[in-house]
């Protein structure tokens, strides 16, 4: 039988990576002229640098080097420019900004066609507090993505921190509160409202702790009064701030979550009818440099790139 | 498929996976109480895909993969399938009520052979449709299963040795009972669940939101029917009716 490349990786030839390139140039000019400047790292990082914060998408392949360290294989390139901050910008004048496009590697789960190596192309603003960094970084995101020449994508917009404080509102305490959003993230809404519906709540909170991780939508929804209040807080400010060409891109999502443990405040996630999965996603992440030695303010985004190409002929075949 | 695509992406309608099977009679049920017309559904057999009614189907097992892929944008099956392919990206959105199943270990009747097993030999065979549910079962009693997957009548597998026991899903437990095979655990109850795609639910808001509130308001009516008799459930509905044809 003839070699293949493992499961989960494969070969790009000429056509495709003819399209691919021309993809990749157009969300250049835009990162370019953001005023983003490019960066590569290696593919190899030493372990230490990714055990902090890993979530689900944490690095999935180690190895040996010949002197008996651990290597793993970059699982995003958001932890490696944060390593390059801490290292070598230490006293250079904020905010910095990158853009990157690079492989990353994650497992694949079985029986799927996951990718274990998939390129990212993605910027991060390093320093640049909320909300007027997260307002930067969701226009530069709208602008590359109308740059690939995507017409009918939406970008969902939620905050990691609301559904954890309003739980502790309601006094549900730690235990039961990472539980939930456990189930959140398997996106199983029934097995929330069950577990909610067994906790020590009214029957009325039970119903409206439920009802939240449901609620998504225009700029309305951004109006909750009473216990939602205070937990919108920085999605208004976000709101308030940004381009009129991105607003009208913006879905409020109060149940959006990611699978990466080291964001810290507002998340999001990018969605087009060309494709049956997010195409890409990003958020704050205010305390990871710390780890690296630079408590700084930072956000950043990453498109998967050949999803973008998918639902760019996705919408081809839509409008075609 | 590009030309329906298309259609559906501009109008917001969704297109539903409908399993057929056991689910297939209570679903068609649902889907006409909240205005979706079934009857092309209902008189073909082999037809797989019906554009005007936005339904497609095909088997239980498979409503995850199209659903997932963003081919359907809404899908209903058994929270058994959903269980056994627990690794899928998307929404468990409702528990819809019927087709409820029982999850269980059932072993030949007599002295308990897994137990037996276990003690004597250190490890239990398990014959079972749902290998991934059985390893997570006995993962989590920390007891070491040989799982032996099988396609067709599980309940062979005890009853000629092949292993100790079996998982499967039963709801009345007749055929259990037929091939002397008692019911040692209760796993999970399974139902029918709405699931969605994570795109659609995002893009398509307005049409799934409306689908689900008619789903909760068909709910709503079944917990008031056993206590609400008369003027107070049956003929508010039935004037309703009444009034839209007018």
Same mark, same amino acid.
């Given at each position: 039988?003839?070699?293949?490349?493992?499961?989960?990786?494969?070969?790009?030839?000429?056509?495709?990576?003819?399209?691919?390139?021309?993809?990749?140039?157009?969300?250049?000019?835009?990162?370019?002229?953001?005023?983003?400047?490019?960066?590569?790292? *290696?593919?190899?990082?030493?372990?230490?640098?990714?055990?902090?914060?890993?979530?689900?998408?944490?690095?999935?392949?180690?190895?040996?080097?010949?002197?008996?360290? #651990?290597?793993?294989?970059?699982?995003?390139?958001?932890? *490696?420019?944060?390593?390059?901050?801490?290292?070598?910008?230490?006293?250079?004048?904020?905010?910095?900004?990158?853009?990157?496009?690079? *492989?990353?590697?994650?497992?694949?789960?079985p029986r799927?066609?996951?990718?274990?190596?998939?390129?990212?192309?993605?910027?991060?603003?390093?320093?640049?507090?909320?909300?007027?960094?997260?307002?930067?970084?969701?226009?530069?995101?709208?602008?590359?993505?109308?740059? !690939?020449?995507?017409?009918?994508?939406?970008?969902?917009?939620?905050?990691?921190?609301?559904?954890?404080?309003?739980?502790?509102?309601?006094?549900?305490?730690?235990?039961?509160?990472?539980?939930?959003?456990?189930?959140?993230?398997?996106?199983?809404?029934?097995?929330?409202?069950?577990?909610? @519906?067994?906790?020590?709540?009214?029957?009325?909170?039970?119903?409206?702790?439920?009802?939240?991780?449901?609620?998504?939508?225009?700029?309305?929804?951004?109006?909750?009064?009473?216990?939602?209040?205070?937990?919108?807080?920085?999605?208004?400010?976000?709101?308030?701030?940004?381009?009129?060409?991105?607003?009208?891109?913006?879905?409020?999502?109060?149940?959006?979550?990611?699978?990466?443990?080291?964001?810290?405040?507002?998340?999001?996630?990018?969605?087009?009818? +060309?494709?049956? @999965?997010?195409?890409?996603? +990003?958020?704050?992440?205010?305390?990871?440099?710390?780890?690296?030695?630079?408590?700084?303010?930072?956000?950043?985004?990453?498109?998967?790139?050949?999803?973008?190409?998918?639902?760019?002929? /996705?919408?081809?075949?839509?409008?075609? | 498929?590009?030309?329906?695509?298309?259609?559906?992406?501009?109008?917001?309608?969704?297109?539903?996976?409908?399993?057929?099977?056991?689910?297939?009679?209570?679903?068609?049920?649902?889907?006409?109480?909240?205005?979706?017309?079934?009857?092309?559904?209902?008189?073909?057999?082999?037809?797989?895909?019906?554009?005007?009614?936005?339904?497609?189907?095909?088997?239980?097992s498979?409503?995850?993969?199209?659903?997932?892929?963003?081919?359907?944008?809404? /899908?209903?099956?058994?929270?058994d399938v959903?269980l056994e392919?627990?690794?899928?990206?998307?929404?468990?959105?409702?528990?819809?009520?019927? /087709?409820?199943c029982r999850m269980v270990l059932a072993s030949v009747a007599g002295p308990d052979r897994v137990e037996e097993a276990r003690r004597r030999l250190g490890i239990v065979r398990i014959a079972t449709k749902y290998p991934r549910i059985a390893s997570a079962y006995f993962e989590r009693a920390g007891v070491q299963a040989e799982i032996v997957e099988v396609r067709g009548s599980v309940e062979l597998a005890p009853l000629t040795g092949m292993v100790e026991a079996i998982v499967d899903l039963t709801a009345t437990g007749t055929t259990l009972r037929e091939n002397r095979l008692v019911i040692r655990d209760e796993i999970a #109850?399974c139902?029918?669940?709405?699931?969605?795609?994570?795109?659609?639910?995002?893009?398509?808001?307005? !049409?799934?939101?409306?689908?689900?509130?008619?789903?909760?308001?068909?709910?709503?009516?079944?917990?008031?029917?056993?206590?609400?008799?008369?003027?107070?459930?049956?003929?508010?509905?039935?004037?309703?009716?009444?009034?839209?044809?007018?």
């Amino acid at each position: 039988m003839a070699e293949w490349t493992p499961s989960g990786t494969r070969d790009v030839l000429p056509d495709e990576m003819r399209e691919l390139r021309a993809l990749g140039e157009r969300l250049r000019t835009v990162f370019d002229a953001a005023g983003y400047g490019e960066i590569r790292t *290696p593919a190899l990082e030493n372990e230490i640098t990714f055990s902090r914060d890993g979530g689900d998408a944490g690095p999935a392949y180690r190895v040996f080097d010949e002197h008996g360290n #651990v290597l793993v294989l970059r699982s995003d390139m958001t932890v *490696p420019i944060a390593r390059v901050v801490g290292n070598r910008y230490a006293d250079a004048q904020l905010p910095l900004r990158f853009w990157y496009e690079a *492989p990353a590697y994650r497992a694949a789960r079985p029986r799927r066609g996951e990718s274990r190596e998939f390129m990212q192309a993605g910027i991060e603003l390093i320093g640049a507090p909320a909300p007027h960094g997260t307002v930067e970084v969701l226009n530069v995101l709208c602008d590359s993505l109308l740059a !690939a020449g995507l017409t009918d994508f939406k970008v969902g917009i939620g905050d990691v921190r609301l559904y954890a404080s309003l739980l502790a509102d309601y006094g549900v305490d730690e235990r039961q509160r990472v539980r939930l959003s456990r189930l959140l993230a398997r996106h199983d809404f029934v097995a929330v409202a069950e577990a909610l @519906q067994r906790m020590d709540l009214s029957a009325a909170d039970a119903e409206l702790l439920a009802s939240v991780p449901r609620i998504h939508g225009g700029p309305e929804i951004l109006d909750a009064d009473g216990p939602l209040d205070a937990a919108l807080g920085d999605l208004r400010e976000v709101h308030a701030a940004l381009a009129p060409e991105t607003a009208r891109r913006v879905i409020y999502d109060l149940g959006l979550v990611r699978s990466i443990d080291y964001y810290t405040g507002v998340i999001f996630q990018v969605y087009d009818p +060309g494709h049956g @999965q997010p195409l890409g996603g +990003g958020g704050r992440y205010d305390n990871l440099l710390a780890n690296f030695g630079r408590p700084l303010p930072a956000v950043g985004f990453a498109l998967n790139v050949e999803r973008v190409h998918i639902a760019l002929t /996705g919408e081809e075949r839509i409008d075609g | 498929m590009a030309d329906a695509g298309a259609r559906d992406s501009e109008s917001g309608r969704v297109r539903l996976a409908v399993p057929r099977g056991a689910l297939l009679g209570d679903t068609l049920d649902l889907l006409d109480r909240i205005g979706i017309d079934t009857t092309e559904v209902r008189e073909n057999d082999r037809k797989l895909l019906f554009e005007d009614a936005g339904i497609i189907t095909m088997r239980p097992s498979d409503v995850p993969t199209y659903v997932e892929s963003g081919a359907a944008d809404l /899908g209903i099956t058994g929270k058994d399938v959903l269980l056994e392919q627990a690794e899928r990206e998307l929404y468990e959105l409702s528990d819809l009520r019927f /087709g409820r199943c029982r999850m269980v270990l059932a072993s030949v009747a007599g002295p308990d052979r897994v137990e037996e097993a276990r003690r004597r030999l250190g490890i239990v065979r398990i014959a079972t449709k749902y290998p991934r549910i059985a390893s997570a079962y006995f993962e989590r009693a920390g007891v070491q299963a040989e799982i032996v997957e099988v396609r067709g009548s599980v309940e062979l597998a005890p009853l000629t040795g092949m292993v100790e026991a079996i998982v499967d899903l039963t709801a009345t437990g007749t055929t259990l009972r037929e091939n002397r095979l008692v019911i040692r655990d209760e796993i999970a #109850v399974c139902t029918a669940r709405l699931i969605a795609n994570p795109v659609s639910l995002k893009l398509k808001t307005a !049409a799934i939101d409306a689908l689900l509130a008619r789903i909760e308001a068909t709910q709503v009516e079944d917990t008031k029917k056993p206590t609400a008799q008369g003027p107070g459930g049956q003929e508010p509905a039935a004037g309703r009716r009444g009034s839209n044809e007018v």
